[in-house]
């Protein structure tokens, strides 16, 4: 069992730049493959990004590809995803999940993931 609490989420101008971290409490986060979700009023919940248990691979949905980065720190227990060139179509609430999983293949779909946090509130508006 793990629980993930996210912050770092808020209100940002279009183009503006926020960082996500999600921190797990629990003893084994490196053997986890985490990752992002979002879910923008009136639509379905939609994968973001994801890493595996080392950080070897990652993926990232094509309407945030060169804009969002995610990246963790085994040490800390935390998984991070920047998000540059926000738009106000990135407006979501976000989510981080986790499934136990130590290969090198990424899972895109969120019934994959077994841990999830209770989100953050992303606002893209001038």
């Known amino acids: 069992q793990v629980q993930l609490v996210e912050s770092g989420g808020g209100l940002v101008q279009p183009g503006g730049s926020l960082r996500l971290s999600c921190a797990a409490d629990?003893?084994?986060?490196?053997?986890?493959?985490m990752g992002w979700f979002r879910q923008a009023p009136g639509k379905e919940r939609e994968f973001v990004a994801a890493?595996?248990?080392?950080?070897?691979?990652?993926y990232y949905a094509g309407s945030v590809k060169g804009r969002f980065t995610i990246s963790r720190d085994n040490a800390k227990d935390t998984v991070y995803l920047q998000m540059n060139s926000l738009k106000p179509e990135d407006t979501a609430v976000y989510y981080c999940?986790?499934?136990?999983?130590?290969?090198?293949?990424?899972?895109?779909?969120?019934?994959?993931?077994?841990?999830w946090g209770q989100g953050t509130q992303v606002t893209v508006s001038s």
């Open positions: 999940a986790a499934r136990t999983d130590r290969s090198n293949i990424i899972q895109t779909s969120e019934r994959a993931y077994t841990y």
């Open positions: 629990g003893r084994t986060f490196s053997s986890y493959q």
């Open positions: 890493i595996t248990w080392i950080g070897i691979n990652t």
